[in-house]
């Protein structure tokens, strides 16, 4: 009797164990982005700086790419604030809007 619970529970620990890993699997999947998985997902690079402010030079205004694969480069204008040499601070900002008269090109 114990020798046949115990060949039981074997078999249905491996069940579980089979039902458990692709369902682990799939809530991975469904709560990453499908295209991380697919293509690494590049970091931001400054290519220029667009304007430095006049008061603060820690404070710049850059355009950044990302190469994202097969689908080009994705652009976009930050405003940076450099705290450190290695402590960047990178907010996006609306480059046509933005008030410019305080800043140097």
């Known amino acids: 009797m114990i020798a046949s619970n115990a060949i039981l529970f074997r078999k249905g620990l491996k069940k579980g164990i089979a039902l458990t890993i692709p369902a ?3 809530l991975f999947i469904y ?3 499908p295209m ?3 293509i690494r997902k590049g970091r931001w690079k ?3 700086i667009a304007y430095q402010n006049k008061n603060s030079t820690n404070s710049t205004i ?3 790419m990302r190469d994202i694969g097969a689908f080009g480069y994705a652009k976009r204008y930050v405003k940076a604030y450099r705290l450190a040499s ?4 990178a907010e ?3 480059f046509e809007s933005e008030n410019n008269t305080g800043w140097i090109k």
Do not use: G, N, R, Y
């Not at 290695?86 to 601070?89: F, M, R």
């Open 24 to 26: 682990l699997v799939a």
């Open 31 to 33: 709560t990453k982005d």
């Open 36 to 38: 991380f998985i697919l």
């Open 46 to 48: 400054t290519q220029f």
């Open 62 to 64: 850059e355009f950044q």
């Open 86 to 89: 290695l402590l960047i601070i």
């Open 92 to 94: 996006q900002v609306d």
